[in-house]
């Protein structure tokens, strides 16, 4: 249909027009009636376009049936006090009716509209459940890899299902704080990061002498890369925590993101002992866990001594928002 309201007023001229001369050639069979073929007129006209053709389309018809088709013809007058009674009736009928098919036009376009809206959210919420399901499956085939893993090395039973419940919690994490933009299921690294240095001082570090700091940006990341970032900085706090104090040494633990041009960089510095070399350094299946990560980021690990005390681990990574999800799938 037309935009323009010359055009719709245009063909509300023609169309009425049209229904008068119907009118005309049917004047033998209906001389009592001459507003009659003009309501469908009306009706379409109103459905068609907006209220102003509508109500156009009654003033012009109302004009034609006074000067045509009612006593005395040719003049906009009517003598009879009936037919000035039907005439008036007849025009509030027809306002009525423009009125109410250009509000059931309205109603309709917004049933569309709503319509067009929820079948663009069901398809959004269904492409949402398709990528978590496929991102769950593979967050509990990589545990089910690092328990085998686990199974088949040597060490403390318990460590290793410490750990594990340590990395099904960096899962969780993600998934609560897991958010939708632009199509896309991505976890602000601030929020993230931050929790989750939160978490670890109040459940590991409890009454031990070693704060635990975060200065994070925020970077929208892709719930994939959140898990493998959070999987690392879990990793590499924990160690901190497990090897850098012994025997109630006091220090501290500084976390830090940032995105660096196009890379996001994730730095964990600790002031501990750093790496003794008569000092068993658990299974290494948790060095194995992060640098398999790191390759599946596309980024590097970093572990190397601080110029005095501690270490310091840097992960490197190129920063990919602008992925498409079915990108994402497939690297997955």
């Not at 419940?165 to 199509?183: K, Q």
């Not at 890369?225 to 850098?244: D, F, Q």
Request: with cysteine; charged share 20%.
């Amino acid at each position: 249909m037309p935009q323009a309201a010359w055009a719709q007023y245009g063909i509300t001229l023609l169309l009425v027009g049209l229904t008068a001369l119907v009118r005309y050639a049917l004047d033998p069979l209906l001389f009592k009636y001459p507003f009659l073929v003009f309501i469908p007129t009306i009706f379409v006209i109103s459905l068609l376009f907006d209220r102003g053709a509508g109500y156009l389309a009654v003033a012009l018809s109302g004009l034609c049936s006074a000067w045509f088709f009612m006593k005395p013809e040719g003049v906009l007058w009517i003598a009879d006090p009936g037919d000035r009674l039907a005439f008036l009736i007849y025009m509030a009928l027809g306002f009525g009716i423009a009125g109410g098919a250009n509000a059931l036009r309205r109603a309709n376009e917004q049933l569309r509209l709503s319509w067009d809206q929820l079948s663009a959210a069901n398809a959004e919420k269904d492409l949402m459940l398709h990528e978590i399901h496929h991102r769950i499956r593979n967050d509990l085939q990589q545990i089910c890899a690092q328990l085998t893993l686990a199974a088949h090395r040597s060490g403390n039973g318990q460590d290793i299902v410490s750990g594990t419940i340590e990395r099904i919690g960096v899962l969780s994490r993600v998934y609560v704080r897991l958010r939708r933009v632009e199509g896309v299921n991505i976890v602000s690294s601030k929020d993230f990061l931050e929790s989750l240095v939160e978490d670890i001082q109040l459940g590991v570090v409890g009454v031990r002498p070693v704060a635990v700091g975060a200065e994070v940006d925020d970077v929208d990341l892709d719930m994939g890369v959140a898990v493998a970032v959070g999987t690392i900085a879990n990793e590499l706090i924990t160690n901190a925590l497990k090897y850098a104090f012994p025997d109630g040494r006091s220090g501290r633990i500084d976390l830090t993101f940032r995105k660096e041009d196009t890379h996001c960089v994730l730095r964990v510095c600790d002031n501990g002992v750093g790496i003794l070399s008569d000092r068993p350094q658990g299974t290494g299946l948790g060095g194995r866990i992060m640098r398999q990560l790191a390759l599946q980021l596309r980024g590097s690990l970093d572990i190397e001594p601080q110029p005095e005390h501690g270490l310091k681990a840097t992960l490197r990574f190129p920063c990919c928002r602008e992925a498409s999800p079915d990108d994402r799938l497939a690297a997955t």
